[in-house]
């Protein structure tokens, strides 16, 4: 069983910054891909930000520049630094984790930027 634990988000003002950590736990052997995805109401889930284990990242074209992924492979851990902000960034994100076992998801963190 795994488990992924979020922190981070809230309220934060447009032009702010936050920072989002996951955390990963369970029976976990290997870890290929860690990543963040977001939801916005009444819109599909999108892709924010993807990292590979050995550090290859990939980012939707929306936040380039402004956000930044980065993981601690000992700690199993995966953060999104997130710069900039707007509101259009307003959503509730989810962390992903992808391994040779499945593919797994926490509970989704919330984020509203205020204008």
């Known amino acids: 069983q795994v488990q992924l634990v979020e922190s981070g988000g809230g309220l934060v003002q447009a032009g702010g910054s936050t920072r989002l950590s996951c955390a990963a736990s369970?029976?976990?052997?290997?870890?290929?891909?860690m990543g963040w995805y977001r939801q916005a109401p009444g819109k599909q889930r999108e892709l924010v930000a993807i990292?590979?284990?050995?550090?290859?990242?990939n980012y939707a074209d929306s936040v380039k520049g402004r956000f930044a992924i980065s993981r601690d492979n000992a700690k199993n851990t995966v953060y999104l630094q997130m710069n900039s902000l707007k509101p259009e960034d307003t959503a509730v994100y989810y962390c992903?984790?992808?391994?040779?076992?499945?593919?797994?998801w926490g509970q989704g963190t919330q984020v509203t930027v205020s204008s």
């Open positions: 992903n984790i992808k391994t040779w076992t499945g593919d797994y």
């Open positions: 369970g029976s976990i052997f290997s870890i290929n891909v």
């Open positions: 990292i590979t284990k050995i550090g290859s990242t």
